[in-house]
């Protein structure tokens, strides 16, 4: 799922060359003069004409594959409602306003499982369901999604017991061999040699659009990386912007998840940094681990 954004390889763009005229001076030199744009600075750097950019083949590939992995989400998802599954009205209306993250005094989880590594014992109550969301999230967006003993795992852990016999079915459908064939992965969800599969997220703020005692509905906006690193891949490393709604339930004193789903955005302007890498990419994913996310 994973779930993916642009490709950090690059889209091709307009040059930074503004639109300049040259005139004949006094005394036979030339001068430039360089027309301002719009409202702008008429020193600064020129706009961008976003809609000329002509994409990459590589912008057009990650494209690509970030579909493919919304639709192994929405394959997994589709039927949940005939299963019995909850919508917004069965959690009741909560809070929509974001709340600014801040040191509460209330301790975020009691541990982690040593299978999974997977942050649990979240509190009861509206900040340890948005602290549940997050992580899940992350873990629901990893690489371990595309192997089927790391999934299996996950989410045996993850979600409510009367949700994982189908969803485990679900997700082997949606993880087939030839949707992993175009990740760049083989039959056990590895990448070819000296490649790296990375698909890593990273949450930037949750929201609690429905709560009850036992249930609660969390969007938890995230950003992420997800690609394969390495020479020649054919779907280098790009960053993404997505929202992931989790919906909760309150089982065995702890948050597991219902059920879960993901859409684009909100994505920012894409900035002008200078891609790293493969090598590079690859590098920091093994070097920089992960967070226990908590509200």
């Known amino acids: 799922m994973s779930l993916g ?10 040059g930074h060359e503004a639109r300049r005229g040259r005139g004949a001076a006094p005394e036979g030199h030339l001068t ?16 961008r004409a976003p ?6 083949r590589n912008l057009i590939t990650v494209v690509g594959v970030i579909v493919l992995l919304l639709a192994a989400i929405a394959f997994v998802n589709r039927g949940d ?8 009205s069965d959690t009741g209306g909560g809070g929509t306003e974001a709340h600014p993250t801040a040191p509460t005094g209330e301790r ?24 549940a969301a997050a992580n ?12 089927s003993d790391r999934r299996h795992q996950l989410v045996s852990q ?10 485990q079915k679900k997700l082997d459908r949606a993880y087939s061999k030839s949707f992993l064939e175009k990740l760049g992965l083989d039959a056990n969800g590895n990448a070819g040699d000296g490649m790296t599969y990375v698909s890593r997220a990273a949450p930037i703020g949750t929201k609690t659009t429905a709560s009850t ?20 891949s054919k779907n280098p490393v790009a960053n993404d912007w997505f929202t992931m709604t989790v919906k909760l339930r309150w089982v065995n004193k702890d948050w597991k998840v219902d059920s879960y789903s993901q859409k684009d955005g909100p994505a920012p302007v894409n900035s002008d940094n200078t891609a790293s890498t493969a090598d590079e990419i690859a590098k920091a994913v093994q070097q920089y681990g992960g967070f226990t996310y908590a509200r």
Do not use: H
């Not at 993850?158 to 969803?167: K, M, P, Q, Y």
């Open 5 to 14: 954004g642009d490709d950090g390889y690059g889209g091709d763009y307009e």
């Open 32 to 47: 430039r003069t360089r027309l301002p744009e719009g409202d702008g600075d008429p020193y600064g750097p020129p706009r």
């Open 51 to 56: 809609g000329r950019a002509k994409p990459s």
């Open 81 to 88: 409602a005939k299963d019995g599954g909850s919508s917004d």
């Open 108 to 131: 975020p989880v009691d541990g982690k499982n040593a299978t999974t590594d997977i942050a649990s014992g979240f509190a009861k109550s509206e900040q340890g369901a948005q602290s």
């Open 136 to 147: 899940y999230a992350v873990a629901l967006a990893s690489a371990d999604m595309t192997k």
């Open 158 to 167: 993850v979600f409510t017991s009367d949700r994982v016999d189908g969803l």
């Open 213 to 232: 005692d036992t249930a609660a509905t969390v969007e938890v906006w995230c950003t992420g990386v997800f690609g394969t690193a390495g020479e020649g």
